[in-house]
């Protein structure tokens, strides 16, 4: 087991500087910092979370590091956590970082340098397992979910689950010619929804038929308009998304197919925008302000709550774009 | 003039420590920099830039300090000011602050800290024109503008036009009894729009209708009810933003009021949702990628601008909600 000091003789630093890089109680030279960072990683140094706590002050802030600001679940995840931090008294920082691997480390590295009490983290890359040896604060990875988590905290909704139901509706509904839109494949969460869409086919017997989308208004309209020429039977979607749902709807609805009696429409999320459409859309809920909360409980409460993930049930949400006889 | 030998004296520590606390370059004790920054604002000492900056190292980070992550016209200029600063190699750390002046206050000090190159500030206190005695690191000020601006460099649309061209566009496109949702009237933007619709109605001979209204989707509906028990004749509706034009829709579509046929709808700022909607609406467009870009700008290109105040038109978007004959 590595200590402090073979990080600081492996940096060329002081054991006091190790010391100051992880608690973020001084500025140091980026230089140094740099080694230092390396060093433990290279090392494997877990410190000793009690004597660190001993020393480290907190600064009453969460850092939340998003991939899109432009995309309504993630803003609405924001105000979820903001609401639970604020009534501890915590301040919340965010950084977005589309995914970007060199963009998260550099804000998990300012944060740190913050002294942020820990990081919400949310990101479609695989990268981020090894994020942990980067920095000494708790980081909560939300919307998504993965094998051998180490010291990452998992908050999320149970996709898979949701996917199932989509599916299930649909072939309830009615619909005989389903096509599911699937999201990027490399997102977890996408990939379990697809999943469940998949495995529903399979114990019924029924062929898949899908297109690929990003979570993008733009791709949504574009794909849809693909969707019409290949599947001209369709008389259901799967949207990967409720943001997809929409584009979905507004495509069918310049073209004239009438929603839900030629075509039924199921989103995934259940964002405000879900309920304020007209027709109001069908979609999958997940329980955004309990994740949000619980992602922000886990770093205030401060290792009180021992568990490595969390997962939430979907929840299906019957509005106007389906119709169940 | 006060020198920093004045600060310095009146915050009982040295005048190093008050050079620390302008630069953000180290860490100095939560209490001296509280008493430092008491000492600025009472003594109203303006540092000499040009020394500051021989000092001062570019953290090359942009603080953004936004009232709502939640309303998407300030995450659309996010996502603007985001994009520009990542073409130069900046950085962008958000804070939401509901326009609090405590956690605006703490923002700013927290980003001064953290070396930050300019703060972009959107916000509805007033409060606000004192701010630059808080830090010394310029502050942008986004979506509204006020007289006597002092250090703050103020970006935003001409909203008092905007407000006029959505009375005038109505009136034109045949309205013959037109209802304005005013916002809240402390938000100098919602004033300047309400302003520009009042003068139009003085200058028409036309008697004013107005409801008041918060920016929010729920508010947005429960005021579009009362609006429609207090104007049983209304033909035309101004909304105050595109989010309550949204919830106008929503509620007449319910009553099976048809727009444009029996109500038209115009609303403002053009959000992404505003192409989107079905039927799409019709808006007065704040060029949001412009004043995002320009705001950032005018932090990264470090006084190459030396105008206070940048004023950019709006512009009337045609689209589905109005018909102009």
């Known amino acids: 087991m590595a200590s402090i000091r073979d990080v600081a003789r492996l940096a060329q630093v002081s054991p006091a500087t190790v010391s100051r890089v992880m608690n973020g109680t001084a500025n140091v030279d980026e230089e140094k910092k740099k080694r230092v960072l390396k060093a433990i990683e290279e090392t494997g140094f877990v410190p000793n979370e009690v004597a660190r706590s001993l020393f480290k002050r907190s600064a009453k802030l969460i850092g939340l590091i998003m991939p899109s600001i432009e995309n309504p679940f993630f803003t609405q995840l924001a105000g979820a956590i903001e609401r639970t931090a604020d009534k501890h ?16 480390k550099a804000a998990i590295q300012m944060l740190v340098s913050m002294n942020a009490d820990g990081i919400i983290l949310t990101s479609s890359n695989d990268e981020i397992r090894n994020y942990t040896s980067l920095c000494n604060i708790p980081i909560i990875v939300t919307d998504r979910s993965f094998n051998g988590c180490g010291n990452l905290k998992i ?3 149970d996709h898979y689950q949701g996917g199932r139901m989509a599916m ?4 309830r509904c009615g619909c005989k010619s389903i096509v599911c839109i699937k999201g990027q494949q490399e997102i977890s969460s996408a990939k379990d929804r697809y999943d469940g869409y998949k495995d529903v086919c399979q114990e019924k017997g029924i062929k898949e038929q899908t297109v690929d989308c990003a979570y993008d208004f733009e791709q949504g309209m574009k794909v849809t308009d693909e969707l019409l020429k290949k ?9 990967c998304n409720d943001m997809v749902a929409v584009s979905v709807y507004k495509v ?3 073209k004239g197919i009438r929603v839900p009696e030629q075509v039924q429409i199921i989103g995934f999320d259940d964002i405000a925008l879900a309920k304020l459409m007209s ?3 069908t979609t999958i809920s997940q329980p955004i302000d309990e994740i949000g909360a619980k992602a922000a409980e886990l770093i205030i409460l ?7 993930e969390y997962i939430f049930e979907a929840k299906l949400v019957e509005r106007e774009t389906t119709r169940h006889n």
């Open 89 to 104: 008294g915590y301040r919340l920082v965010l950084c977005n970082t589309g995914s970007v691997i060199e963009k998260e």
């Open 155 to 157: 908050v999320h909704c």
């Open 168 to 171: 299930e509706h649909l072939i």
């Open 231 to 239: 599947y001209k039977d369709v008389d259901g979607i799967i949207a």
């Open 252 to 254: 069918l609805h310049n």
């Open 279 to 281: 027709p109001e859309l």
């Open 302 to 308: 401060k290792g009180e709550e021992t568990q490595q």
